[in-house]
């Protein structure tokens, strides 16, 4: 193996080995902007999209016929999130994302992926046995939900757009956007009731 096919991950470790050792990057304030961008900024822009299309039914079909603009009305676009296809959740129908490929994943509206996304494991059994994947992360659903598997490809990013839980009429947009977590987003979760 060249130097040049060497992993994207070995490379970019040598490459933050090397600025570390330069005095020109800060492990630390490294680990925490990507702590940071993949705990918390990235899932509360997807949460804000939610909350909104749950709020506003014309947002909501624009959302669902075209994501990538409908996304970028709340100023969130980027890298990984060029194209993007919202996905609605409903009674009848559970929408699940997968990159079977790699870890291909909307950052935009989600920042960076979590480990278990990117796991080898994860991304076979969930295209074969979503519902058993699905049980082990804690979401067991009616059987008579259709459930429907996408898979990310080079061109194309899913985002899901969960189901509004029973019981929040009341709430503002602010306080439903707070309902919302990165799983439901990705489909691996429900929205819960406060
Ligand atoms: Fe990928």
């Known amino acids: 193996m060249s130097e040049e096919h060497l992993p994207i991950q070995l490379r970019t470790e040598a490459l933050e080995q090397l600025l570390v050792e330069a005095g ?19 899932p509360l822009n997807g949460a804000k999209v939610v909350a909104k299309a749950w ?3 014309a947002y909501k079909e624009r959302l669902l016929a075209e994501g990538t ?10 890298p ?21 490929l790699c870890s291909c994943y909307p950052w935009p509206v989600l920042g960076l992926p979590p480990s278990w996304y990117k796991d080898p494991a994860y991304r076979s059994r969930v295209v074969r046995e979503p ?3 699905l049980h082990e992360m804690g979401l067991d659903l009616a ?14 990013r899913f985002f899901v757009l969960p189901q509004r839980p029973a019981g929040t009429e009341s709430l503002s947009e602010e306080e439903l956007s707070g309902l919302v977590t990165r799983d ?7 929205v819960g009731a406060p």
């Open 143 to 156: 059987a008579d939900v259709d459930v429907k598997v996408w898979d990310s490809s080079s061109e194309v």
């Open 131 to 133: 519902r058993a994947v």
């Open 80 to 100: 990984q999130g060029e194209h993007i296809v919202v996905l609605e959740n409903t009674d009848d129908v559970h929408n699940v994302v997968v990159c079977t």
């Open 184 to 190: 439901a987003m990705v489909g691996v979760a429900l």
């Open 69 to 78: 603009s409908a996304i970028a009305e709340l100023g969130f676009k980027g």
């Open 55 to 57: 709020t506003d039914p």
């Open 24 to 42: 020109l990057v800060d492990p630390t304030v490294m680990d925490k902007f990507i702590s940071t961008y993949a705990n918390d900024v990235g």
